[in-house]
């Protein structure tokens, strides 16, 4: 079979053509449909592959070999017919924006010395893999503003075919990873490499370049560039937070870190404050507690249950016991159809996980922890009596 002519190499701006169907082999629940030409661009390079329609049909994924676009459609179509075909057009613009800005990014970069490792075209940015293991903010700033200079010099952009013996004197970005006849595609004075992917005519149809974050990956810095359309909804977005949050501040947009900080200063106050009245609060209910509590074997022993209390109350009160005195301790709270529980024991004798077993099947419970507290949380409240019931009868077997 004679290879497909590739259409969005001629116009890479055409949305919609007619080709014959040369065969219809079925893949699962759809079609792998070849066709005597297509729009159609298929993955490779980093840049995402087309959809759109065969006929009646979905094209759902696509992928070329050995010369041939394969179409993996939803609905078969007749082998032998002339199908009219159409491409999603927001969808390939998107990305021949990603694409093209792609390369107006790398290109700045390597003029800043810095080389592209690698490329990804995501659904919501792309992302530049760099060689360079930092680089400041006010280079950053140079560069996407040399990005965006270039943008709006709206330099056309070529592409044309060369022999592999024509490669030295190119002096491309970087080397081929293929051979035979390469298509180049050049920004010309900025970027100039070998590239199969769908572009823009010109770099002014990027509109938009903006660096949206960096992070670090395999000691490399990458960064995450929004591109083309996406930049202006972004950047709706983010004032509408801007303008929210000056509202709810009533300040200035430029007085909102202030703002901010100030807030997050008096809840950090507020918060020290909270904690020092709690533990305060905690340590006397504690000290009522002990007051009140039985002694088995001459240790007092707490025994108490509690109903709705914050979740981490439990954990408060075992933090302000007495750290030198012998004691034995079993709480539950009740939340709902729930329960937590707890137990703090001093004593040596006392072996909480050999008896988890039968303390906890009451309560059906789970939990652990290490001497001399245990923690964990149950879903029968019913048993809570027996649950203390037991607990005191292995205080009375294990504490001499």
């Known amino acids: 079979?004679?290879?497909?002519?590739?259409?969005?190499?001629?116009?890479?701006?055409?949305?919609?053509?007619?080709?014959?169907?040369?065969?219809?082999?079925?893949?699962?629940?759809?079609?792998?449909?070849?066709?005597?030409?297509?729009?159609?661009?298929?993955?490779?390079g980093g840049q995402k592959g087309d959809r759109g329609f065969l006929g009646s049909g979905e094209v759902v994924d696509l992928y070329k070999k050995e010369g041939i676009v394969h179409h993996i459609v939803s609905k078969k179509p007749e082998?032998?017919?002339?199908?009219?075909?159409?491409?999603?057009?927001?969808?390939?613009?998107?990305?021949?924006?990603?694409?093209?800005?792609?390369?107006?990014?790398?290109?700045?970069?390597?003029?800043?010395?810095?080389?592209?490792?690698?490329?990804?075209?995501?659904?919501?940015?792309?992302?530049?893999?760099?060689?360079?293991?930092?680089?400041?903010?006010?280079?950053?700033?140079?560069?996407?503003?040399?990005?965006?200079?270039?943008?709006?010099?709206?330099?056309?952009?070529?592409?044309?075919?060369?022999?592999?013996?024509?490669?030295?004197?190119?002096?491309?970005?970087?080397?081929p990873k293929v051979s035979g006849q390469i298509r180049i595609v050049e920004i010309e004075g900025y970027d100039k490499v070998a590239c199969g992917g769908v572009h823009t005519s010109s770099t002014g149809d990027v509109m938009f370049a903006k660096i949206l974050f960096t992070e670090k990956i395999r000691s490399h810095v990458r960064i995450a560039w929004l591109l083309g359309n996406r930049v202006l909804p972004d950047y709706r977005g983010k004032m509408f937070t801007v303008h929210s949050l000056a509202e709810i501040f009533s300040a200035k947009e430029d007085e909102l870190v202030a703002s901010a900080k100030k807030l997050l200063d008096e809840n950090r106050t507020l918060k020290k404050e909270l904690e020092t009245l709690q533990l305060d609060s905690a340590r006397k209910d504690m000290d009522r507690l002990f007051s009140e509590a039985e002694l088995i074997n001459g240790i007092p022993v707490v025994i108490k249950q509690f109903e709705n209390m914050d979740g981490g109350y439990l954990k408060l009160l075992l933090s302000v016991l007495p750290g030198d005195e012998p004691y034995a301790v079993s709480l539950v709270n009740i939340q709902q159809n729930r329960l937590q529980w707890a137990i703090a024991v001093t004593s040596e004798g006392f072996d909480f996980n050999r008896n988890r077993g039968d303390l906890l099947i009451s309560i059906r419970g789970k939990g652990g922890g290490k001497p001399p507290f245990y923690q964990g949380v149950g879903d029968n409240t019913g048993g809570i009596e027996l649950f203390f019931s037991k607990f005191k009868d292995l205080l009375r077997k294990s504490i001499g």
């Open 79 to 175: 082998t032998g017919s002339r199908v009219a075909c159409s491409i999603d057009w927001d969808r390939r613009f998107d990305y021949m924006q990603q694409h093209t800005g792609q390369h107006v990014v790398s290109g700045v970069l390597f003029k800043f010395g810095y080389g592209t490792v690698s490329v990804h075209q995501g659904e919501k940015y792309t992302t530049i893999e760099t060689d360079a293991s930092e680089i400041d903010t006010s280079t950053l700033e140079a560069v996407e503003e040399e990005v965006n200079k270039i943008i709006s010099m709206n330099i056309r952009i070529k592409d044309y075919h060369v022999s592999e013996k024509e490669i030295p004197v190119l002096k491309l970005r970087r080397a």
């Open 1 to 44: 079979m004679k290879t497909t002519q590739l259409l969005y190499y001629s116009d890479q701006y055409m949305k919609d053509f007619d080709a014959e169907v040369l065969s219809v082999s079925p893949v699962g629940e759809n079609w792998d449909v070849i066709l005597d030409r297509t729009c159609f661009y298929p993955e490779g």
